[in-house]
């Protein structure tokens, strides 16, 4: 059923502001409609803040490992938001070595057929007009390099030869010259097993840290608690020396909301919202009826505030519906130890009990039917 709504205005002076908004969400019955939109700094620091945690949330959710175990830590001391900026920075870390250790792994499979060398040793022979190039050149064509140069055959691949040709001057000899590495295949191989051990023990700390995707969750919450005080606070209008704002109660919380204004003196109206007006949405339901709700969350169906809510007469089409389309008692009678399992599996966690009781409804709609 969609909850009656009526429309409220509350004064309270400019000074008061803060504690009257705290109030207001310590009664937990209106819902706020900004007068002017909400920004500043404490805003933008909130918002912030969240970006981080979620940052930090789903770089940890890629590196949960049951191997380990949450620390004793105290969250009195704890700084979340340190972790979370840590989590972040680590993770930034392991992508850079990782695509490095690409590269340099790249680099390998392309040098590799060469050997080690010192590309800077090839590099001061320069100076003494001592010319090293690197080739890739045709076995076919290797003959019809000019005369007056060394050639070196370093390797053969498929019809390939990688040459080194040495000269006293620069020579063209028609073929394109190859780009010498920065440093050689041994120092390379080096490098790429650091990173790989450096990786490895980035892994195994963000591993270590998955465990605080609970409580990083638990302060973004907060935290979007957080934003909506400050949201609701620098919605507020403003005249002189009184602050107002206004917002959406529901019709048998209204004599709540009254009581509280009386009781911090502030000035309130209370009336029916108009047509033009955006009404919530406020939808309460028995809890046998309301077990329907996972399916309209998945859909994101909201009846608007002067539509009819569909949710008791969709549990019953979509119970018939299940029973008719599956129409067999053994499927039914399958579907409903799968869910017997998952929900004892899963009992710990009450926000997955509706969904439960509706299986256990279509379960036993299909084994009636079938």
Request: with cysteine; hydrophobic share 45%; charged share 25%.
């Amino acid at each position: 059923m969609i909850v009656p709504m009526k429309k409220a205005t509350i004064v309270a002076q400019a000074k008061d502001a803060a504690s009257s908004v705290a109030a207001l969400r310590a009664l937990g019955v209106v819902h706020v409609e900004h007068v002017t939109v909400p920004d500043g700094a404490d805003v933008a620091r909130v918002k912030d803040d969240i970006n981080l945690m979620e940052q930090a949330e789903a770089t940890l959710s890629g590196f949960k490992d049951k191997k380990h175990f949450a620390p004793a830590l105290k969250e009195d001391v704890y700084d979340w938001r340190k972790t979370a900026r840590h989590v972040i920075d680590l993770y930034k870390r392991l992508e850079q070595l990782q695509e490095y250790s690409r590269r340099i792994s790249k680099e390998i499979g392309i040098w590799q057929e060469w050997g080690d060398f010192n590309p800077d040793a090839i590099s001061r022979l320069a100076h003494e007009n001592i010319f090293i190039r690197l080739y890739r050149i045709p076995a076919n064509e290797i003959k019809n390099l000019p005369q007056g140069i060394i050639i070196k055959k370093i390797s053969r691949s498929q019809g390939v030869i990688n040459t080194a040709v040495i000269s006293t001057s620069e020579i063209d000899v028609g073929f394109q010259q190859l780009k010498l590495p920065r440093t050689g295949l041994k120092i390379m191989r080096q490098k790429l097993i650091e990173d790989k051990v450096v990786i490895k023990s980035i892994i195994d700390e963000l591993q270590k840290r998955a465990c605080c995707v609970r409580r990083l969750s638990e302060a973004r919450k907060e935290l979007y608690k957080q934003l909506e005080f400050h949201q609701a606070l620098g919605g507020m209008g403003q005249a002189q020396d009184l602050v107002y704002l206004s917002g959406y109660v529901p019709q048998d919380r209204a004599d709540m909301l009254f009581n509280e204004a009386k009781k911090e003196k502030w000035g309130i109206i209370i009336n029916d919202p108009s047509a033009s007006d955006d009404v919530p949405t406020l939808i309460r339901n028995p809890e046998w009826v309301s077990i329907i709700s996972p399916v309209f969350k998945v859909l994101e169906i909201v009846p608007g505030y002067k539509e009819f809510d569909i949710s008791l007469w969709f549990l019953v089409f979509l119970s018939v519906f299940f029973g008719i389309l599956i129409g067999d008692a053994g499927y039914g009678f399958i579907f409903l130890c799968l869910t017997m399992f998952a929900a004892a599996k899963f009992k710990d966690a009450p926000q997955t009990r509706p969904l439960f009781a509706l299986f256990y409804i279509l379960s036993s709609s299909a084994i009636v039917w079938g």
